[in-house]
Every structure is written in C-alpha cells, then in structure tokens.
C-alpha cells in the first residue's frame, strides 16, 4: 500500500516541491493550499489537492476528514507547512495583525495535529513534521510576529515529542534558513494592510531598509546561502525514511550557525551577531 501523507502550503516553494517530489516517488500526497485556484493548478500536475486554510476552523476540519476519506483511514505523515509573515517593527505591528498570523502559523497547524493524532494513536504510527524556521532558533529584527510564532511552533513541537514518547508517534521539527520561495511576496498584501509605515517611528528605516528588500523583483539577486526548496525536501525525505528521525533537521548554513551561537554565545553576544547581520 502507498504510504500516504498530508502536506499544507503546496501553492508553491517548500510545500509545492516536497508534494511533487514525494508524489513520484510514490507516496500518496494529499497536497493542500489555502485557495481554490491554486489546488485546480495541483490536480491538473495528477496530485490530490484540495482545501486547507489554517485562518478558519472549519476548514481545517473539512480537510482532515476529507484526507483520511482518500486515504481509507489510516495517515503516515502531516507536514505543516504553510504561513507567512509581516516584516516591521514589532510596535508597529496591531494587536488583530499578530492574532491573524497566529492563527495561520501556530493555531492551525495545532489543531490539524490534534485532529490526526487520533489516527496515528490507533495505527500505533506516525510522523508528524513541523516546518519551523532559523527564526525559531534565533530572533532577527524587523520579523516581530513571525520569530514569535516560529518560537512558538518549536516549544508546541519539543512538548509534543516528550508527551508522545514511546507511542510510535515521532515529532520532528525542520528549520530552514533562506530558500527560494515566495514569502516577501506573500507577505506584501500583509504588511501593506497592517503597517502604517507613514506613522512611524521608524518610517526612514521602512523606506531604506524593509521596503527595498520585500518589493525586490522575484527572481533578483538571491540571499547569501539561499538554497532551493529541494534543501528542504531532502531533509523531509529522510525523517519520512527513517523508523527513528531527528528530532531537528537544519537547512542552510545560517541554521547551523544559529545553532551554534546560541549554543555557544550568551545572550548580549548573540544580540550583537544577529544586529550585524
């Protein structure tokens, strides 16, 4: 029987890459993004797509039945995937601003976990793969809500390992640094409802800094040690793999870096690091 696992986010970059890779190596791949159009553009590459957006409860309910419906049942893997964030400086950033993104980063990706533990409990099996972030490991300016939902995402992560510890269960976090992907854009209508930048303090930095670098071209010069959402995929394969995967899998050079520093570093060291870069 094909393995099966539920992917969110799949529109493009990580989420896109990992279901068409994992799709042809046989895998069963209910690949789910936060809009109509873009599960059409899936189904017509031969995935099973359909909807799963995290802002709204009921849908992630609507897509958890719908996936163990297609699957017979039974669930191997979820990998959550999708989110998005709003570049600015955090007392710029509303209270509605934080909560939306919460919802998307964090609260929908809990309660999908919630909804298909069930399933792996009665199976006795199951991966559950969280795509987290170097900002889950390290704070950068300018990234408010998102280092705090990735934060977030690791402590739900690390709590989840411990209290499914001996059930087959297995929770594994993946924290990429710079890949190819569409996340400024994504972040663009975000940042542009959200933002007041005209009213800030701070409105020379938004001008010369955070603007510049959200509205690059698509395409433009990439970051240093950028690599493509393959790195990603890769890394998701092999804890899909193995009977007993890592706990963490870093990608990219700046994630392993970040490791190290906070490993190594205290706290006013590693604040002056991440200020220079």
């Not at 909807?51 to 699957?71: C, F, G, I, M, P």
């Not at 987290?132 to 992560?157: H, I, T």
Request: charged residues 20%; glycine residues 8%; aromatic residues 8%.
């Amino acid at each position: 029987m094909k393995k099966s696992i539920l992917i969110t986010g799949c529109s493009s970059g990580i989420g896109l890459d990992a279901a068409l890779t994992l799709h042809k190596e046989g895998w069963q791949v209910l690949a789910t993004c936060r809009q109509a159009k873009d599960c059409d553009a899936l189904t017509e590459q031969g995935l099973e797509s359909f909807v799963l957006d995290y802002n709204d409860s009921s849908s992630v309910h609507a897509a958890a039945k719908q996936t163990l419906e297609r699957t017979g049942g039974t669930l191997d893997a979820l990998f959550n995937n999708g989110a998005y964030g709003i570049p600015g400086f955090t007392e710029d950033i509303p209270r509605d601003a934080m909560r939306h993104l919460f919802e998307t980063n964090l609260f929908g990706p809990f309660e999908l976990i919630n909804l298909v533990l069930p399933i792996m409990r009665k199976q006795g099996y199951g991966k559950i793969i969280n795509c987290s972030s170097v900002l889950g490991l390290v704070a950068m300016p300018y990234r408010g809500p998102y280092n705090a939902s990735k934060f977030a995402m690791e402590g739900l992560s690390d709590t989840l390992r411990l209290e499914l510890a001996g059930s087959g269960i297995h929770v594994v976090l993946i924290e990429p640094g710079p890949i190819t992907t569409k996340i400024r854009v994504n972040s663009q209508p975000h940042f542009e409802q959200w933002i007041d930048t005209e009213a800030s303090a701070h409105r020379e930095t938004y001008e010369t800094t955070i603007k510049p670098r959200l509205y690059a071209p698509v395409g433009g010069q990439p970051d240093k040690f950028e690599l493509p959402a393959s790195a990603v995929t890769k890394k998701l394969k092999h804890a899909l793999d193995n009977d007993l995967p890592k706990p963490r899998y870093y990608v990219t050079t700046p994630t392993y870096m970040a490791g190290a520093f906070k490993r190594l570093c205290s706290t006013r060291l590693l604040d002056k690091i991440m200020l220079q870069r």
